[in-house]
């Protein structure tokens, strides 16, 4: 499930603690993550990230757990 492939990503050293990606990696073109920020009732200013993963992403994940 996505739990088991997130915590696979993040043994085969991919993604950080809160699932976003190192820099190494979307550097290299597997991985893109969008800000998205917006303001609470309360005017606290929040950040969500989003991880995109591109075909190329896939393809490297793929290979890495098969191998890994």
Same mark, same amino acid.
């Given at each position: 499930?996505? *739990? %088991?492939?997130? /915590?696979?990503?993040? $043994?085969? @050293?991919?993604?950080?603690?809160? *699932? %976003?990606?190192? /820099?190494?990696?979307? $550097?290299? @073109? ?39």
């Amino acid at each position: 499930g996505r *739990n %088991t492939l997130f /915590q696979k990503l993040r $043994d085969l @050293g991919m993604l950080m603690e809160n *699932n %976003t990606p190192y /820099q190494t990696y979307i $550097d290299r @073109g597997y991985f893109r993550v969008i800000e998205s920020r917006w303001v609470t009732p309360q005017g606290e200013t929040k950040i969500s990230l989003k991880t995109v993963v591109y075909q190329r992403g896939l393809d490297y994940i793929l290979k890495a757990v098969k191998n890994g």
